[in-house]
């Protein structure tokens, strides 16, 4: 049972337009979300988080949002640049305990010229 | 870069070799993880190390042996693997304390191929 799900295994953007990711968990004992970038032969890089104390955290071009009561988390980013072009993956964790992340399977993005 | 290495960057194998892929870390952090990424599927852990123990097998077959001689090095030993072992295999490290110890860094991974 996949406890993290991205629904959506591909995304086309246009540069310049908003690109969203969705992201959502059935574990209510996720209190802290990350979403990590990912380019062809690289290791996933960290890109952004939330505790689940917050509903948004924003910084520069990306924004994550988080819905409790629904399970669901995305990330906004705005505007979209070619160099965005990657597979993007969110992760779930309980901040007491293993900190042991959990990932969705991915969604690869790509910025269209 | 973020401060995790791992070698060898591509590794072929045959079923019956023995080799092994290595992890180091000079961040000061004190946990490390292996990670399994196949084809279309998620991420998912093999072995978790706190402070050089073993804290996680998420019942990976025996065949992958972890090793942690310290907490900047970690290896991961393979014998008699199978086709389906074929995969990326990612190394990653964590920082003690704060909300910053929720962040996993990784290394680039070893693209593993068994024939």
């Known amino acids: 049972d996949q406890q993290v799900k991205q629904n959506s295994p591909s995304l086309s953007v246009q540069e310049g337009r908003i690109s969203i990711l969705n992201c959502d968990y059935t574990?209510?004992?996720?209190?802290?979300f990350l979403w990590y970038k990912k380019y062809p032969a690289e290791g996933p890089t960290f890109l952004i988080s939330?505790?689940?104390?917050?509903d948004k955290n924003e910084d520069g071009r990306f924004t994550v949002f988080l819905n409790k009561s629904a399970k669901h988390l995305s990330l906004h980013i705005v505007p979209s640049q070619p160099g965005d072009s990657a597979v993007y993956f969110c992760?779930?964790?309980?901040?007491?305990?293993?900190?042991?992340?959990?990932f969705g399977q991915g969604t690869r993005l790509t910025i269209n010229p | 870069e973020t401060g995790v290495t791992q070698t060898p960057r591509h590794l072929v194998m045959g079923m019956t070799n023995k080799k092994s892929l290595k992890c180091e870390q000079h961040?000061?952090?004190?946990?490390m993880y292996w990670y399994k990424q196949s084809a279309k599927k998620p991420l998912e852990l093999m072995f978790v190390?706190?402070?050089?123990?073993?804290?996680e097998n998420n019942s990976v077959p025996s065949r992958f042996s972890p090793e942690c001689p310290n907490s900047s090095h970690l290896f991961l030993h393979l014998h008699t693997l199978q086709p389906e072992d074929s995969a990326l295999y990612l190394c990653?490290?964590?920082?003690?304390?704060?909300?910053?110890?929720?962040?996993?860094?990784f290394g680039a991974g070893t693209r593993l191929s068994v024939l």
């Open positions: 992760a779930a964790s309980q901040i007491q305990g293993a900190q042991k992340l959990v």
């Open positions: 574990n209510s004992m996720f209190d802290y």
């Open positions: 961040l000061g952090h004190n946990a």
């Open positions: 190390y706190n402070f050089k123990e073993q804290t």
């Open positions: 990653a490290s964590r920082p003690r304390g704060g909300l910053a110890k929720n962040i996993q860094y």
């Open positions: 939330i505790s689940s104390i917050k």
